[in-house]
């Protein structure tokens, strides 16, 4: 890490930084405000937090952005995030080009609109060559991520399963796994999320909602990433 400047960069040990986008409805009951309020200014942040950590040398960045749980919802909360969804993808073009973005949605894509698939296949294709990785988990479930790659696994006919076998069939496979996980909004819990990669990620709560998550927020989760010991078990 080097703090040139009073800008932080980071090296090759913080490669990849997952992130649980949690806070936002409190967000916006904070200003007598809906909830989905907070999910659109949730969305905003979300961008630039991601630009942001593309900036200070960060290589992957993966958000939670709709679980398998989320469903169950007031509906106007639900469509509100697709609708933010949709409008997202419609912007990825650009900020693709901008930032040197290469888009992945991890989950199981299948019950979405035929519509907002397309979007999320061009998307990808489009940016499968740049540099910075965003993982953007999307009806996705650790569990669900499990299972579904032993279904994998199985249709294969692997009958001897290494843990590579199941890294490799997880939606995650083309990444490393999460050098650190960051949950907003104060509630210390994984909420399945990146269960099987989180084997030595280094967790890291806060209080701070996602929308007002700032990049010096930013710098001081980096800054105690270094600040940590790595063991991977041993001593
Ligand atoms: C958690 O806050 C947030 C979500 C369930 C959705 C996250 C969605 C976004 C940041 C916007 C849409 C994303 C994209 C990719 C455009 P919460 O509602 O659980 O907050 P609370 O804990 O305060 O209720």
Known sequence: ????????????????IAFIMDGNGRWAQ?????????????????KNIVRYCGDIGIKAVTVYAFSTENWGRPKNEVDTIMNLLSQYLDTCEEEMKIHNIRYKFLGDMSVFTPELRKKIEHVEELSKD?????????NYGSRAEIVHAFK?????GKREITEEDISGALYTAHCPD????????????????????????????????????????????????????????KV
Request: proline share 4%; net charge neutral; no cysteine.
């Open 1 to 16: 890490m080097a703090d040139l400047e009073n800008k932080i960069t980071v090296d090759e040990r913080l490669g990849h």
């Open 178 to 233: 999460p050098d650190i996980i960051v949950r907003t909004g104060g509630d210390i819990r994984l909420s399945n999320f990146l269960l099987w990669q989180a084997q030595y990620s280094e967790f890291y709560f806060t209080d701070v909602l996602w929308p007002d998550l700032s990049p010096s927020d930013v710098d001081e989760i980096v800054r105690e990433f270094y600040r940590r010991k790595r063991k991977y078990g």
């Open 152 to 156: 994998v696994l199985a249709a294969e």
């Open 30 to 46: 904070k200003r007598m405000m809906p909830r989905t309020y907070g999910h659109k200014h949730g969305a905003e942040n979300f």
């Open 130 to 138: 740049n540099g910075l990785l965003l993982n953007v988990a999307l």
